[in-house]
């Protein structure tokens, strides 16, 4: 299992930084953990954010497609990722081989607020999803 930083998404009851309004422990925490994958591509994208705002470098490197992945990925710990806005899916669904997630990825660094706007790509490799690339929104 994974190292991770800044507690694992807090305690079991916490909610889950993607904005799901579930409990981290029953949300993006399975698919931290590598005990389940996500189901569509924006879930992938939700989780990969709460991997961004618990430190969980190892999550987002495991869920990125191979021929895009960088070896290795250092986050800043001073960043703090505070709210996931989905502005748009274009498929992604259960029967779909890719789909594209368009959001904005709030959050605050050195008592400065940012927004990060992107549209995700995301395509199934080995039946699960994994994030291909980007382009700025």
Same mark, same amino acid.
């Given at each position: ?21 579930? $409990?981290? %422990? ?50 800043? $710990? ?34 400065? $607020? ?19 690339? %980007?382009?700025?929104?």
């Amino acid at each position: 299992m994974a190292k991770r930083g800044r507690g694992r998404g807090g305690s079991a009851g916490a909610a889950c930084p993607c904005g799901s309004g579930r $409990p981290y %422990a029953a949300c993006c925490g399975p698919l931290h953990a590598g005990d389940a994958d996500a189901p569509t591509a924006e879930a992938l994208m939700r989780s990969r954010f709460s991997a961004f705002a618990v430190g969980d470098s190892a999550y987002l490197l495991r869920s990125w497609h191979e021929s895009t992945r960088p070896t290795s990925l250092d986050l800043d $710990p001073a960043q703090r990722w505070s709210r996931l806005e989905i502005v748009d899916v274009v498929r992604g669904g259960l029967l779909d081989s890719g789909g594209t997630v368009e959001f904005h990825a709030h959050y605050r660094l050195a008592g400065r $607020p940012g927004t990060v706007t992107e549209r995700s790509r995301f395509v199934r490799a080995d039946g699960r999803w994994v994030y291909l690339d %980007a382009e700025e929104a």
